[in-house]
């Protein structure tokens, strides 16, 4: 929201349905996906499903709690604490981050997204 950039959250096994046809077909203009991968019962699902982005020139970067699974994904994988079934929850903050950045970056202010007062001072 606070960057005015579309973007969808999908399980690992979705990905198959549809959404690998948005991907750029043009290497030139890799489509960026931001992947969580933690080490549990879906690890290897989405591990499976960054390495088919990639090999449809999709630019995978990884959120993960063990650097292993995001060897051949992401030179450069985000890593963070494992706190049990909490994990997945701190999985969102640098996505949080991510968001924040690309909005001062385009020159917005996420602090006052636009229509925000709008929507929620009508009745």
Same mark, same amino acid.
Do not use: C
């Given at each position: 929201?606070c960057?005015?950039?579309?973007?969808?959250?999908?399980? =690992? =096994?979705?990905?198959?349905? #549809?959404?690998?046809?948005? @991907? +750029?077909?043009?290497a030139?203009? /890799?489509t960026?996906?931001?992947?969580?991968?933690?080490d549990?019962?879906?690890?290897?699902?989405? /591990?499976?499903?960054?390495?088919?982005?990639?090999?449809?020139? =999709?630019?995978v970067?990884?959120?993960?709690? %063990? /650097? +292993?699974?995001?060897?051949g994904?992401? %030179? %450069?994988?985000?890593?963070?604490?494992?706190? #049990? /079934? @909490?994990?997945?929850?701190?999985?969102?903050?640098? @996505?949080?981050?991510?968001?924040?950045?690309?909005?001062?970056?385009? =020159?917005?202010?996420?602090?006052y997204?636009?229509?925000?007062?709008?929507s929620?001072?009508? %009745?």
């Open positions: 929201e960057s005015y950039i579309h973007a969808e959250g999908l399980s =690992g =096994g979705a990905m198959k349905h #549809g959404p690998f046809a948005l @991907l +750029s077909e043009d030139t203009k /890799r960026p996906v931001i992947m969580i991968v933690l549990d019962e879906h690890a290897q699902t989405m /591990r499976t499903a960054a390495e088919e982005i990639k090999a449809r020139n =999709g630019q970067h990884v959120i993960t709690d %063990d /650097r +292993s699974l995001a060897e994904l992401d %030179d %450069d994988p985000i890593i963070i604490p494992r706190n #049990g /079934r @909490l994990t997945a929850l701190i999985a969102v903050l640098p @996505l949080q981050f991510i968001a924040y950045e690309l909005s001062v970056r385009r =020159g917005i202010d996420p602090d997204p636009r229509h925000l007062a709008k929620v001072t009508v %009745d």
